[in-house]
């Protein structure tokens, strides 16, 4: 079988064996990949021998799994970006264990998404950077539910498709996909109330706290689960970016 080469970013690292790992990437022209990286020495647990980290970009060569298999196999590894920004604060570190689940747990393996492989990485430099951390999470929230066919109608009622009339109240169903006005939400049981002044500004214009919660509340509805990390991102995004009452 051929090797492939790609780009990727490290989203988890599973112990499998004294001596392996299993490593779930993100590349640009696969998507998810999982593989068995084998050789990782036992004095230094945490570290594949070739230097593979967690949320660390790379280029790496692999054999893709044969027949039954579910894993291919991991032959090099060459680091290129380690993101070590992140770990000065904890919203960028938490920020960034966030989207990388969410990426872990709403794309198939083999599945390409070349633009969303290519936000997680500007994501991962942005919050590794100087510029604020909070507006950089509902931004990326929200290009991967574009990247996964989920983006939420947030201009008009999503089902009678008239304009969100500002400072009327407005709902948010996640099953319905988007914005309910006043007159069509009495229909609806899955809804949650939506300030009017959010739906004036955009994931990443608007309070990065309150563009969390609602695009959160949209993924755990699509993935019919919470995300383990979403908690103490929406705690230190709210102590960041204070709410406006
Ligand atoms: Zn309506």
Redesign the pocket.
Known sequence: MTPRTDEALVLRLTDYSETSQIVTLFTAKSGLVRLIAKGVRRSTKKRFAVGLDLLESGEVIYLPPRGDAQLGTLTEWVQRETFTGLRRELLRLHGALYAVELVAGLTEEGDPHPELFHALADTLRNLAGDEPAGPCLPTFQHDLLRAIGYAPRLR???????AVIPGQPVYFSAGAGGL??????PHHIEKRRVPSRLIETTPRTGDPSAWFELLDYHLTHIAGRRFKTAEQVAALLVRAHPRRR
């Open positions: 008009e009622c999503v089902v009678c498709k008239r309910l006005c006043r007159d069509c939400e």
